[in-house]
């Protein structure tokens, strides 16, 4: 491939990596175990069938007419649109599943341990949460989601387990919506190595897996939510936190966290600017689940961010666990990348009723998103300059719209400056941007 990157050197595009990545043996082998089995023309194979879904979405289509078009590119032949159809089953969902799985375990095993690892505060910071795709309700059948004005939804849920430092996802696993985050909260231990610090919403909230956190050498910052017990560790008596705080207006001390668990951990309290504190407020009382009948100690503690935590006070300040518990963000950011920029769950079909279809797609698409932001994205990020950072929300637009150009190495000059000029962050006085505030605080 001629090479267009400023360094003359080496091509900066991952684009044939991409289109070249399920060449491999693996994914034949997948193929076969899975029982997903080439017809006799072997027209429509996995490679192809994915490569296909890629294309099309990138369009911003999602039909199997189109679908069947871009596999008859790949083939030089035609494809037709049931053949396509016909495929929407068990197998395929589990083959791409499989194959999803395959790229971040290769992906996990061939990672470098970054060089300035060692002058970090931990090795690695990591952060879980869920995100929710609400899909047609005719597929309510098949994944019931919540009630809203007497209408039964149907959403999916995708539980992350992302880690920042090494730019790479652990797991993207699939669940019904009814699946609440406490029953997921275990799944993330076998990803947690010692001296990882563990960033999660306070949905994930479950003492035992915060015990088996912190016996295997990791640390974790999490949210309170207002239903957990604090007691004081002399004591153990209920401490009364409303009254505590309108003392001192701010904690940071040990306290023993759950009324029959007990468990010690530190405890911080921050109060919030009072246009925060009045934000979250409103928000509270527009809560349409009346059953939650929140008091007035509830509404006085949303003034104020509170922390659970077994990250000593010699290793990090109150100051600096709020500022590392803020990069939690980036996952939030990913998540509205996959939603405005990669179209996730806008593409599909009203009147789908094959939840096999549905379950292909969603993992055709996180696929989709693990190579622009695991492989294209930090492959392109070594060619910058130190000093240049650049928007996620803007990237994943990029690599959207010119998918095509990438994969095959087209106008890769262009492409490049283009990317330089419209994707980077704007420079501003006032604050930093993401990729500065984690180089800052994780260093």
């Given at each position: ?328 963000w980036q996952i939030e950011i990913i998540f509205k990348s996959w939603k405005s ?103």
């Open positions: 491939m001629k090479t267009n990157c400023l360094s003359r050197t080496k091509s900066w595009n991952k684009g044939n990596k991409i289109f070249n990545l399920f060449n491999g043996i693996s994914v034949t082998k997948i193929s076969e175990i899975s029982g997903y089995r080439l017809r006799k023309s072997g027209k429509i194979t996995a490679r192809r069938l994915i490569l296909g879904f890629m294309t099309m979405v990138s369009k911003k289509m999602n039909t199997y007419e189109a679908w069947a078009q871009e596999i008859s590119l790949q083939a030089g032949c035609t494809v037709s649109k049931q053949a396509v159809e016909d495929r929407m089953n068990y197998e395929t969902a589990t083959m791409v599943r499989m194959v999803l799985e395959d790229e971040i375990r290769k992906k996990l095993l061939a990672r470098e341990p970054k060089k300035n690892r060692t002058r970090s505060k931990f090795s690695s910071i990591k952060m879980e949460d869920s995100t929710v795709i609400n899909l047609p309700p005719e597929l309510a059948f098949a994944f019931p989601g919540n009630v809203s004005l007497g209408r039964k939804k149907s959403q999916i849920k995708i539980h992350a387990f992302y880690n920042q430092s090494d730019n790479i996802f652990h797991f993207l696993n699939l669940h019904s919506f009814t699946t609440n985050d406490q029953s997921l909260a275990r799944v993330s231990l076998d990803h947690v190595q010692p001296g990882d610090l563990i960033l999660r919403d306070m949905g994930f909230l479950v003492l035992d897996v915060l015990t088996e956190i912190d016996k295997y050498g990791g640390f974790f910052i999490s949210r309170k939510n207002a239903t957990i017990k604090v007691l004081d560790v002399s004591s153990e008596k209920e401490i009364d936190l409303v009254r505590l705080l309108r003392k001192g207006r701010f904690l940071d001390q040990e306290v023993l966290i759950g009324k029959d668990k007990k468990v010690k951990m530190r405890m911080i309290a921050i109060p919030l600017p009072k246009d925060q504190a009045s934000a979250r407020r409103r928000k509270a009382r527009r809560d349409r689940d009346k059953r939650l009948n929140h008091d007035k100690a509830y509404y006085e503690l949303l003034g104020y961010l509170i922390f659970i935590t077994n990250v000593p006070k010699t290793k990090c300040t109150a100051e600096e666990i709020k500022d590392l518990y803020g990069l939690r920029h990669f179209n996730m769950g806008k593409l599909i079909p009203l009147k789908c009723i094959n939840p096999y279809r549905v379950q292909c797609m969603i993992y055709l698409w996180l696929l989709y998103i693990f190579l622009f932001q695991v492989i294209w994205l930090a492959h392109f990020a070594s060619f910058a300059k130190t000093d240049q950072h650049f928007s996620l929300l803007k990237m994943s637009r990029m690599f959207n719209t010119h998918f095509e150009k990438i994969i095959t190495g087209k106008s890769e000059g262009i492409l490049y400056q283009l990317i330089i000029s419209k994707c980077s962050f704007d420079k501003r006085n006032d604050r930093i941007n993401m990729s500065q505030k984690f180089d800052k605080i994780a260093a």
